[in-house]
Nanobody, 129 residues
Framework: VQLVESGGGSVQPGGSLRLSCAAS????????IGWFRQAPGKEREGVSC??????????YYADSVKGRFTISKDRATNTVYLQMNSLKPEDTGVYYC?????????????????????WGQGTQVTVSS
């Protein structure tokens, strides 16, 4: 099982980035996937999650990113994207994707509250002027 994040970088406030999470080694359609972030000195927090395709790929967003971030799945490439617009300095952190292979029917709220069993290595996002 692998989750490989990419797409991080440094941008100015108001800018955009698109993060990618390439998944392999498990049935991509059957599991929810989430994006978490961890800022320096803070705990990891759930940013956005998307349910399995069997649950119509419903989505969840933390209040702090609603209206600015969009999560999506590409079944053809087994990739989950996080489009981040109108970025703010407080969005700075290491972004991780995760899935919970022990709970096929986990709700996206639960996924975004606690994360999963498998994590990627993370990608750094820095928003600064």
């Amino acid at each position: 099982v692998q989750l490989v994040e990419s797409g991080g970088g440094s941008v100015q406030p108001g800018g955009s980035l698109r993060l990618s999470c390439a998944a392999s080694g498990f049935a991509f359609d059957d599991y929810a996937i989430g994006w978490f972030r961890q800022a320096p000195g803070k705990e990891r927090e759930g940013v956005s999650c998307i349910s399995s395709m069997h649950s119509d790929a419903s989505t969840y967003y933390a209040d702090s990113v609603k209206g600015r971030f969009t999560i999506s799945k590409d079944r053809a490439t087994n990739t989950v994207y996080l489009q981040m617009n109108s970025l703010k300095p407080e969005d700075t952190g290491v972004y991780y994707c995760t899935t919970d292979l022990s709970r096929r029917y986990v709700t996206i709220e639960a996924m975004c509250a606690g994360g999963g069993t498998n994590w990627g290595q993370g990608t750094q996002v820095t928003v600064s002027s």
